[in-house]
């Protein structure tokens, strides 16, 4: 004993699930308490056992694009599934990039799914084809226990469905319209819902054409005490007047209309719900603002993107907001309503600056969105975790404000106009990286700039320190595809990627891909295309589908000065993993590539 040291404890062997077997029912409660899809999936690959057990447990799953799995394997993978999203189109989609018969058809996951899934109960369709067909389909499957129907920006049904939706599906609580484009057959499809519902709690038609009779929501209000959201179509408020009466328990209001703007005296009568606090109204104008100020105190959200208001308007409003969480605004808030709202609002969260009108008087009589206005919010701003803006300048000085700032951003979207002759301060090398080095937090990141605004060694650094992000969209970036190539190599974690008017050549897009191991999805429009995307092929590999819209040929008659060709807009790149093979629906114009 005496002097003797004794020797550390050493595992001699590696730890056993076997030695410490725990129970099915305890996996079973542990898995039910797991929510993140990352730590779902590493714990369905410990054993066979965890992933049986992941797949009876799983409530709800998001297929992030519909082309990358068969509907009839996420059937057998996951059959107590309860909740299921599903992606169609790009995002381009929502710009007018995508044709409306480009696919991301509904059908084949409804005729699937509907009947064998026995739990599910939520459904949520994104830039998707549905017709009525498709929503009767689902309705007869799961119609008695459909609680939450989301149809957000999808197209190819009318209000006959909505009729049906709402005579069968009594135990809905959401059923969500955004921007869908819906042909409208009557409005009997709101008088049924508030005939036959009673426990809707989120109803969102906004940004649709659907026309609706104000007695309708009022009955809706009655029957159903539970609407906390209504998000409409345009209606003259004043004609909401007995709604607002009813609803007491609403909480989000956007839609309406002002249509009369300049007659406050018919708008006096409007008295919004004692519990609102998240509004957004349309085609507001200075005389019609009163109306907001009895509650501003109380407002969380405040949408002005849709309203007629200068930006001397947006000051007097937003001082009168202190507890904002999130706004959302056009750039003819200018950078003197910014500096009020990084006076006024501390506790803000999301802050979204929308494009405005591009007549050059109006932004030179308003003022348009700089440096200025995005360094005073980064300043008093301290809270914000998403910034999505459209600005007519920006310096390299205030993307490191925003660096330095705002430590909680996990969202960053910016884009440089082109209204402007010349911008202050390009290259943004340097305000790109310190931004991305401060905000650790960072998973989504868009920067779409002009002709300059980012060399290839600000290119590098967003590869560099951009090691967390998943999703990028990327404009008029790089000078050449050895920036391309730099950027790729330190993407380590990003999982879809968005390049849009780019110098790039198609070789170089092939090669970035390769070196991009986590990378799941690729769209490009605007590059050094050729009429055969030959070059594209340098990126296959197994699971990987590469589909190739060529160019329109007179692109290739113009030569740029060192006589290389000129940046096709209409040459498109899309790639990504698929389970489900080569999609059987593309339309003519699309080419799928393959090796021979």
Not at 25 to 43: I, K, N, Q, S, T
Not at 433 to 448: D, M
Not at 553 to 569: A, K, L
Request: include cysteine; charge should be neutral; glycine fraction near 6%.
């Amino acid at each position: 004993m005496g002097g003797e040291v004794p020797e550390p404890r050493r595992l001699n062997r590696a730890l056993s699930f076997d030695d410490y077997w725990v129970p099915d029912e305890a996996l079973h409660l542990v898995m039910g308490h797991v929510e993140d899809p990352r730590d779902r999936e590493a714990a369905s690959r410990v054993c066979r056992r965890w992933h049986r057990i992941d797949a009876l447990t799983r409530k709800h799953v998001t297929v992030a694009f519909c082309y990358a799995a068969r509907p009839a394997r996420l059937r057998e993978r996951f059959p107590r599934l309860e909740s299921l999203s599903l992606k169609g189109k790009p995002r381009a989609a929502m710009y007018g990039l995508i044709p409306d018969d480009w696919g991301a058809y509904a059908a084949p996951w409804i005729d699937e799914l509907a009947a064998p899934l026995e739990c599910l109960k939520a459904l949520h369709l994104r830039r998707m084809t549905v017709t009525d067909a498709d929503i009767a389909a689902l309705v007869r499957a799961r119609g008695h226990m459909l609680q939450e129907l989301k149809l957000d920006k999808c197209i190819g049904f009318s209000t006959d469905a909505l009729r049906l939706v709402a005579r069968s599906c009594r135990s809905l609580r959401t059923l969500f319209l955004e921007e869908c484009h819906i042909t409208d057959k009557g409005g009997e499809w709101l008088h049924e819902l508030a005939v036959n519902n009673s426990v809707l709690v989120t109803l969102n038609f906004y940004m649709t054409e659907l026309k609706v009779a104000p007695a309708d929501l009022e009955l809706l209000a009655k029957n159903c005490k539970s609407l906390i959201s209504l998000k409409m179509s345009e209606c003259d408020l004043s004609d909401l007047i007995s709604f607002f009466q009813t609803a007491n328990a609403l909480q989000d209001f956007a839609g309406g209309a002002f249509y009369e703007v300049g007659e406050l005296t018919k708008y006096e009568k409007v008295k919004f719900p004692p519990r609102l606090c998240f509004l957004g109204l349309t085609y507001m104008g200075t005389n019609e603002m009163p109306v907001i100020f009895p509650f501003s105190m109380k407002l969380k959200k405040l949408d002005l993107q849709y309203t007629f208001l200068t930006t001397e308007d947006h000051c007097q409003i937003i001082a009168k907001c202190p507890n904002l969480l999130i706004l959302e605004v056009r750039n003819v808030i200018g950078d003197r309503g910014l500096e009020v709202v990084g006076d006024t609002c501390k506790k803000l969260r999301r802050l979204r600056i929308e494009r405005g009108d591009d007549d050059p008087g109006l932004q030179e009589e308003q003022g348009g969105v700089s440096q200025l206005g995005l360094t005073a919010v980064a300043v008093g701003c301290r809270e914000l975790e998403y910034i999505a803006a459209y600005v007519s300048d920006i310096t390299n000085g205030a993307l490191e404000s925003i660096g330095t700032f705002c430590k909680n951003l996990y969202d960053f979207r910016l884009v440089l106009l082109d209204r402007e002759r010349q911008v202050t301060d390009l290259p943004l090398d340097n305000g790109v990286c310190a931004l991305l080095r401060n905000c650790t937090k960072l998973r989504r990141f868009a920067l779409y700039l002009r002709p300059g605004g980012l060399s290839d060694d600000g290119l590098s650094y967003i590869g560099q320190y951009s090691g967390n992000i998943q999703y990028m969209l990327l404009g008029n970036v790089g000078e050449s595809d050895h920036g391309l190539i730099r950027f790729a190599v330190g993407c380590t974690n990003l999982q879809k990627l968005e390049l849009r008017s780019c110098c790039f050549s198609e070789r170089a897009l092939s090669l970035a891909v390769l070196q991009m191991p986590s990378l799941r999805y690729i769209w490009v429009q605007g590059y050094r295309a050729s009429q055969t995307g030959l070059d594209l092929l340098l990126m296959a590999r197994p699971f990987w589908n590469i589909e190739f819209t060529p160019p329109s040929p007179e692109s290739f008659n113009h030569m740029t000065e060192d006589g290389e060709p000129c940046v096709d807009s209409h040459a498109q790149v899309l790639a990504y993993y698929s389970l489900a093979g080569r999609r059987s629906d593309c339309p003519q114009w699309v080419i799928p590539l393959h090796p021979a």
